[in-house]
């Protein structure tokens, strides 16, 4: 019966000699306190104070665009457009209904006009 777990070694001499060589290596966490990293709760807190100073410039960053207006409808001329022509092809398609001609079709854009001008 094959050992799936030893696959890749040709005797069991070697998996033992590989996993007293893993043992001796330690694990990521002591080979990183060997070589001097920080210890993790120091990691902590440079991450809590980064994200301290990352809320401080986000309310700053509130704080100065709360101040912007908001936007009118003369700064915004594709939504004045898109209500005339939303206004004409109501108009046009009430128009065709009531079948009120060339004089009706022709009164369509200017009431369309009027109806945008108040938005």
Not at 5 to 34: I, M, N, P
Not at 55 to 65: C, D, E, P, V
Not at 107 to 116: F, H, N
């Amino acid at each position: 019966m094959t050992n799936i777990k030893a696959r890749g070694f040709d005797t069991t001499a070697q998996l033992q000699e590989h996993l007293a060589e893993l043992e001796g290596e330690g694990t990521e966490e002591e080979a990183g306190f060997q070589m001097g990293e920080e210890h993790p709760h120091d990691e902590l807190a440079a991450i809590r104070r980064e994200i301290a100073e990352l809320r401080q410039q986000l309310a700053a960053i509130r704080s100065h665009t709360e101040r912007i207006p908001e936007p009118t409808i003369a700064d915004r001329p594709w939504l004045r457009i898109a209500v005339t022509v939303g206004a004409t092809f109501v108009l046009g398609r009430l128009v065709q209904k009531l079948r009120l001609g060339t004089p009706g079709a022709a009164a369509v854009p200017l009431i369309a006009t009027q109806v945008g001008s108040r938005f």
